[in-house]
Structure formats: C-alpha cells, structure tokens
Nanobody, 119 residues
Framework: QVQLVESGGGLVQPVASLRLSCAAS????????MGWYRQAPGKQRELVAG???????TYADSVKGRFTISRDNAKSTVFLQLNGLKPEDTAVYYCNVWWRWLGVPSEYWGRGTQVTVSS
C-alpha cells in the first residue's frame, strides 16, 4: 500500500508564490510518474503537472511558465513550485503517483491541500 501526504497549501494574494510538497511512503515501483492535479469547485479534476522517475515533465498549458514540478527520488517526494498565482489557480491540489508493471496499472492519491488565491 502507498500513502501520499501533501503539505504547503494556504491562502495567498495574487502574484504570490507557494511550494507544495508530497511525500510518498510504502512500496512504490522503481519507475513511476508523480504528479499534481487540482479540482476547483464545480469543475472536474485536471492535471497540473507530472514528472517521471527520470525527470520527464509535462504541464497543463494554463500553468506553463509559472509552475515547476520536481522530485527527490531518494525521498520519494514530489514538489510543485507555484509562482505568479492567479485567482483561477484556487483549487484543492491532489498528489498522485502511478505506474504500470507487467501491464497492470497502480495508482494512488493524496487527500489534497487547499490553495486559495485572493486579494
């Protein structure tokens, strides 16, 4: 079993920055993808950014140039640096990890951390 624990959310003003962290514990497959999703009220959950074990990244168009994802493989931790925050970034941010081994997928979610951007 894998557990993901997020931290770093909060209430900030527009153009401020935050750094989210997510620590994974348990049995993770050595090659995996860790990422961040978000869900705003009344909207579907969407991918914000993802990063593979070897550092390949992907970003939603809405956050490119403002958010940066990184990871520490030794600590099974993924980070999301949020710069230039906008009110539309307000959402619950969820950590995710998934992998596929022998064709069988595994996926785990954290409980989420609230990010609120408001003046």
């Amino acid at each position: 079993q894998v557990q993901l624990v997020e931290s770093g959310g909060g209430l900030v003003q527009p153009v401020a920055s935050l750094r989210l962290s997510c620590a994974a514990s348990g049995s993770l497959f050595s090659y995996n993808t860790m990422g961040w999703y978000r869900q705003a009220p009344g909207k579907q959950r969407e991918l914000v950014a993802g990063i593979t074990t070897d550092g390949t990244t992907t970003y939603a168009d809405s956050v490119k140039g403002r958010f940066t994802i990184s990871r520490d493989n030794a600590k099974s931790t993924v980070f999301l640096q949020l710069n230039g925050l906008k009110p539309e970034d307000t959402a619950v941010y969820y950590c995710n990890v998934w992998w596929r081994w022998l064709g069988v997928p595994s996926e785990y979610w954290g409980r989420g951390t609230q990010v609120t951007v408001s003046s």
